[in-house]
């Protein structure tokens, strides 16, 4: 290979590196004359959640498979007309697990022995009204939902909450920058660059509703406040 045609391809091997850190370096329309400044701020607020998401199902136990699935489904259908009774459209129900499992008994030095089977189904519910959810829980269980786990409480629609966040973290980035500026004896010339790194409503302690009994009654749900939370990223110039 000529000698000079080598050189020119290890020179340029050794300057890519270099060239490919100067490309992702951030670029700005007019050069920064003093000093830059990287702040992340945080703003929040807090809503009242108005979505309950629960889940509720129902588990049968049958010597056969066909039992099991054909108990299940029955039982299944009064939980769904309970549903629809209480109001709750279609869109709002949703089915999230179905299934179908073998159960064994086992004794030791012997082979494992089929004793029936465990047929499941679940659906998702929203409810809309969280004021209803307890009394619809409870007629849920009166017609033989026996596995209910939840809630899960949420905002449905939380743009002006995370638009209120927003405002407060470009106040709170602001704010640090001119306290930086006022230690070091300089000012804040110009805001140079925002990035939004995130935001998202930060669910409330869920509690955990273990496998439901006929017996329960006067269920209440308790929505509390749920906060909403954006991250930004604020660059300034000093001098």
């Not at 270099?18 to 670029?27: C, L």
């Not at 979505?51 to 509720?56: E, N, P």
Request: aromatic share 4%; hydrophobic share 45%; net charge positive.
């Amino acid at each position: 290979m000529n000698r000079t045609l080598f050189a020119g391809l290890a020179l340029a091997a050794l300057m890519a590196p270099a060239t490919a850190t100067a490309q992702s370096a951030p670029t700005f329309a007019q050069p920064i004359a003093g000093t830059r400044l990287d702040i992340a701020a945080t703003g929040e607020t807090t809503r009242v959640p108005d979505i309950a998401i629960i889940s509720a199902g129902v588990v049968t136990r049958a010597s056969s498979a066909k039992s099991a699935l054909s108990q299940n489904a029955a039982q299944m259908e009064r939980v769904r007309a309970a549903l629809k009774r209480a109001g709750i459209a279609d869109r709002d129900i949703q089915t999230s697990n179905i299934s179908l499992n073998p159960e064994y008994r086992y004794v030791e030095n012997q082979p494992p022995r089929l004793t029936g089977y465990t047929a499941s189904n679940q659906v998702s519910v929203r409810f809309r009204d969280i004021g209803s959810t307890g009394d619809i829980l409870d007629a849920l269980v009166a017609e033989g939902a026996n596995q209910i786990n939840g809630p899960s409480l949420t905002i449905d629609k939380p743009e002006q909450a995370m638009d209120e966040a927003r405002v407060k973290a470009l106040a709170a980035g602001r704010a640090r920058a001119e306290l930086y500026a006022r230690s070091l004896g300089m000012r804040v010339v110009r805001l140079l660059a925002v990035t939004e790194s995130g935001s998202y409503a930060v669910p409330p302690p869920m509690p955990v509703m273990m496998e439901a009994r006929a017996q329960a009654a006067n269920t209440k749900i308790d929505p509390g406040e749920q906060k909403v939370q954006v991250s930004v990223g604020m660059t300034f110039e000093l001098q």
